[in-house]
């Protein structure tokens, strides 16, 4: 697309007379004077992968040209154009298999030191031989764009002024490529460095340039969910100091759960220890039966928040690019399994994984629609602007054709007239207002929006305008003392407390988003992985769910995973991370004696400002007040005593 790899022959005749055949590419790349990346004069949009050299079954990468096609191919599909090496060089197979199907690439010196950069005697002389030797064998491959001289790299005086040395010393070398002084240098702290080509960060100083960081900290997690969220202010922030092409580096991060088959790929130098002892402990804890679930839910909302880091950065108009981390699962660092593929380049074998659904959103041109938020009551009226993100290889000018679906039906429909949008913009085309009155039940729907051949869609959520609705057949109770009064009453409770620890003891700091990377190398994080549901339960009749949570969840997933016994199954399961596998849900019910109970942990009685919310309450308390709420499952109150009575629970580890 950006970049097709055309390859021109051009015969010669050597020294021996004997004519020849030579492979020859032509590409200009780099900023030509407006801050962006440009490929042959025009500004494109970076869609980069990081590369980790993950090859399990042989331990090194592939060498010859074929195998390098293959791997490319893959993650051309999911709509990659650039691969990011980390701290590692490919060989030269993989060169000219990026030259001719048209990959740009971006190796790096093998350097990862978040300390003392080039200060070491030894290391400096290896790396400037490196350098120079990287620049010579792979001088003739119109793929090889883009150098930096390694990961996350610090260092004091001495190493940032080499640093300066091997600059000075690559752009003399070779002028045609775009070199830089690292990747997230200081992870950004101390800004940009002038003399670098690009820059690439996960920040800037103290701004953020992604959506989610170790910590579970960043908007995401943080901010309440909306379709408009962009990294402009950061940009002219950093133009006040760096006028070059910038993209955000090792954006995503978004771990799902461990698909067991792969076990079977491993047939060569590597020994899925970690696998095996992840399914021993899952089939120790019962949650084997249905993990395959398990894993496409994390699998599905590792999607959702994928898109939303591609689409804040599309958004964004100055920025050049973003760079993922990533599309394959990386088996160590506590077995960081953040990817569409696994290990061995495969997608996984679920819908969330399909090519075909990331590069949906991960392309050259894509609309998109700068909605307010992704939940909305029949009184309201949807009023949003709709932008294109053009970075295909012309002006694009069509109208634009939005509707607003329940399934195949059509229940808005409207036309803008034609916008120009430039090549290398990101163009205003038109707003959109769309009044909801007519949806008189909670229903999910789907807002699509097509210009020209490029489509993209969103999923909105409409519920009635009304609050919680009282039934005198429940009894609603906020502390353990009234609900265990009423269940020796043989009362209907439902049981809502505030979502903290003091009124949760035995239970886990939860988030929207699946962990960052894994819990392994970040052990801080809470360890949970989103919703399962069963969506066609009786519960959630008024609140339309899938099996995995998606945006309406948001402001439930902010209250606490409650650690519940073995003999419960949860209407609600927070998926716990495979290195604590601990028994978490968000909702469950149960007999206690006469009584029946409903007990959340999630916050709904004190935020019932979000629609989502309120539709969630109804939902419940409807259920509970139908002939269908009819628990089978029994604890008593001893047991229950031992979850919410702060005599008996304040000294349980929660972690």
């Not at 993650?75 to 030259?99: I, L, Q, W």
């Not at 994928?306 to 950065?313: G, H, L, M």
């Not at 009155?437 to 699509?448: C, E, F, P, R």
Request: hydrophobic share 35%; charged share 20%; glycine share 6%.
């Amino acid at each position: 697309d950006e970049y097709e790899g055309n390859l021109y022959e051009l015969s010669v005749i050597g020294d021996d007379l004997d004519t020849k055949t030579v492979s020859f590419g032509v590409r200009d790349f780099g900023d030509i004077g407006n801050g962006h990346l440009n490929l042959n004069g025009r500004k494109i949009f970076l869609r980069s992968e990081t590369n980790c050299c993950v090859f399990p079954e042989t331990g090194h990468m592939p060498l010859t040209v074929n195998e390098w096609t293959d791997i490319l191919n893959i993650y051309k599909s999911y709509g990659v154009n650039c691969m990011r090496f980390h701290s590692h060089c490919p060989p030269e197979a993989a060169f000219t298999a990026a030259d001719k199907i048209g990959m740009l690439m971006h190796p790096e010196l093998s350097h990862w030191n978040p300390r003392t950069a080039f200060e070491d005697e030894e290391s400096w002389h290896y790396y400037q031989l490196e350098l120079k030797q990287i620049l010579l064998t792979y001088a003739n491959h119109p793929s090889f764009v883009m150098l930096a001289f390694g990961n996350e790299l610090h260092a004091n005086e001495l190493g940032h002024k080499r640093m300066d040395k091997l600059l000075q010393m690559a752009k003399e070398m070779d002028p045609t490529r775009m070199i830089a002084n690292g990747s997230n240098v200081h992870y950004g702290n101390k800004g940009t460095d002038v003399n670098s080509d690009f820059y690439t960060a996960s920040n800037f100083y103290d701004k953020e340039m992604r959506g989610t960081y170790a910590g579970m900290t960043g908007y995401i997690n943080k901010c309440y969910p909306n379709a408009k969220t962009n990294f402009n202010q950061v940009m002219k922030e950093i133009r006040k100091e760096y006028a070059r092409p910038v993209f955000s580096f090792e954006v995503g991060q978004y771990e799902s759960l461990p698909d067991f088959d792969e076990i079977n790929d491993f047939k060569g130098v590597t020994l899925p220890n970690n696998f095996s002892l992840i399914k021993k402990q899952v089939a120790e804890k019962g949650f084997l039966p249905d993990w395959k679930k398990r894993v496409e839910a994390t699998g599905e909302l590792a999607r959702i928040a994928y898109r939303e880091e591609i689409e804040a950065a599309l958004r964004t108009r100055d920025l050049s690019g973003i760079s993922l981390l990533g599309l394959q699962d990386f088996p160590g660092q506590g077995t960081a399994l953040v990817g569409m593929l696994n290990s061995h380049l495969k997608p996984k074998p679920f819908h969330f994984a399909k090519p075909e659904n990331f590069n949906m959103f991960f392309t050259n041109v894509l609309p998109l629609v700068l909605l307010e938020k992704y939940t909305y009551t029949n009184s309201e009226i949807l009023i949003a602007y709709i932008e294109l993100a053009n970075y295909g290889k012309e002006t694009i000018q069509a109208p634009t054709i939005y509707e607003l679906k329940d399934g195949d039906h059509v229940l808005s429909k409207g036309e803008i007239p034609a916008v120009a949008s430039p090549q290398g913009e990101v163009t205003v085309v038109g707003r959109i207002s769309i009044p909801l009155m007519a949806i008189k039940t909670a229903q999910k729907l789907s807002l699509q929006v097509t210009i020209d051949a490029y489509q993209n869609e969103y999923p909105i959520w409409v519920y009635p305008d009304e609050q919680i609705e009282v039934f005198d057949s429940i009894m609603v109770a906020t502390t353990f003392l009234e609900a265990k009064s009423g269940l020796a009453e043989g009362k209907t409770v439902f049981f809502s407390p505030k979502a903290d620890l003091e009124h949760f003891p035995s239970s886990v700091e939860s988030q929207f988003t699946t962990d960052f990377w894994s819990v392994g190398t970040f052990p801080s994080q809470g360890g949970c992985m989103g919703c399962l549901m069963d969506p066609d339960h009786p519960v959630f009749l008024g609140f339309p769910t899938e099996f995995h949570s998606n945006w309406q969840w948001w402001p439930m997933s902010k209250g606490r995973a409650m650690m519940i016994p073995d003999e419960i199954g949860p209407l609600v399961s927070v998926i716990d991370c495979y290195a604590r596998l601990r028994k978490l849900a968000f909702l469950f019910e149960c007999k206690v004696g006469r009584g029946k109970l409903m007990v959340s942990s999630m916050g709904l009685l004190e935020n019932q400002q979000y629609p989502e919310v309120r539709a969630l309450t109804n939902s419940i308390l409807r259920y509970m007040d139908s002939q269908e709420f009819a628990p089978k499952q029994e604890i008593s109150l001893e047991v229950l005593g031992k979850m919410f009575d702060h005599c008996h629970s304040r000294k349980i580890d929660v972690q």
